[in-house]
């Protein structure tokens, strides 16, 4: 039987060199002269440090852009709280990695909603879709890739025929 897995994974070698562009547009800018800025990836997390609110805001945006160069969904990016530590701001931005139980419930509801010939079912940090037929296969892949709702980004991994 033909069958796919729906995963979400974030390719942190494009992450870093996203961080890395990011780090050296900042370099450049005219607006971030003479001042205390950085941009830094460590074990999976993006710290980034300023010294106003306003310029952390532009920094998590230049990292969009670069991310967004790079291939890397935007969606998967989470922004954490926002800390002021004397004359510092500072936020960690961190990448969702595979797929929580929660939304791995959407997902399978969204299929079952569809009234699909398909079977999904939770196989830890992945959703593995199994059917008769290709074509089915095919539009539960088009049914995930437009749903809004769910909040994240997927791919489709370890198609069998």
Excluded: H, Y
């Amino acid at each position: 039987m033909p069958s796919f897995d729906i995963v979400s994974e974030v390719d942190f070698v494009e992450v870093r060199n996203a961080v890395d562009n990011s780090a050296r547009e900042l370099k450049t800018r005219f607006d971030f002269k003479n001042v205390e800025a950085s941009i830094t990836f460590e074990k999976e997390i993006v710290k980034i440090t300023t010294e106003s609110d306003f310029q952390l805001t532009q920094l998590v945006s230049i990292l969009r852009g670069n991310l967004a160069k790079r291939e890397v969904d935007a969606q998967s990016m989470t922004q954490k709280d926002t800390v002021r530590t004397g004359k510092a701001w500072a936020c960690n931005v961190e990448f969702k990695q595979g797929i929580e139980s929660g939304t791995a419930k959407k997902v399978v509801k969204a299929i079952k909603d569809a009234k699909l010939k398909v079977q999904a079912s939770i196989q830890g940090d992945k959703v593995r879709v199994t059917a008769k037929k290709r074509d089915d296969l095919q539009a539960t892949m088009a049914l995930v890739r437009n749903n809004e709702e769910l909040g994240q980004p997927f791919q489709f991994d370890n198609f069998r025929d």
